[in-house]
């Protein structure tokens, strides 16, 4: 038997094929930056492939956000101001596409002296609202709007 030990490696098969081009592996110095091709994100520069990114939004942002409802027409009534805005928001990047979650708590105050309150405005759906000393009995009837216009402003942060 012959006692000469072979020499195994992954890519034993390209030393010993004299066919085979030679591969040069080293770096090289990148004299023109225009060359250079950067991957355009979504998320992070790190994050090329897009998997998973958590970033907090803050209430004073939404806040801000929300001020765009001010004059809006409710039933007999207006908007006149966004009391407080509590609870948390995130956006997430997953699978390269940005969604956002929230759960918050809102507060707007009506020209005749109510308020509409959620209790539970959720990314889910979840509209859970009060209305305090509000006299007009047409803003029932039209919450629906309001609904859509504060998800439009709370998710404004998803673009």
């Known amino acids: 038997m012959d006692s000469v030990k072979k020499e195994h490696s992954y890519t034993y098969w390209v030393k010993n094929d004299p066919n085979h081009p030679k591969i040069d592996c080293q770096p090289k110095k990148v004299e023109d930056p225009t060359q250079v091709q950067q991957v355009q994100t979504i998320g992070s520069q790190w994050n090329v492939s897009g998997t998973w990114e958590e ?11 929300l001020e765009n409802i001010v004059g809006m027409k409710i039933g007999q009534t207006k ?21 956002m979650g929230y759960h918050l708590k809102i507060t707007y105050a009506l020209e005749d ?16 609202y ?29 673009n």
């Open 79 to 99: 908007i006149s101001a966004v009391e407080s805005v509590d609870g948390e928001a995130h956006l997430y990047l997953s699978r390269g596409k940005i969604r």
């Open 113 to 128: 002296d109510g308020q509409i309150k959620y209790t539970d405005f959720t990314d889910d759906g979840d509209r859970d």
């Open 55 to 65: 970033k907090k939004v803050p209430m004073n942002e939404i806040k801000k956000s």
């Open 130 to 158: 009060i209305l305090e000393d509000v006299t007009d009995e047409t803003v029932k009837h039209q919450i629906e709007d309001l609904h859509l216009r504060t998800k439009e402003f709370v998710e404004v942060f998803k």
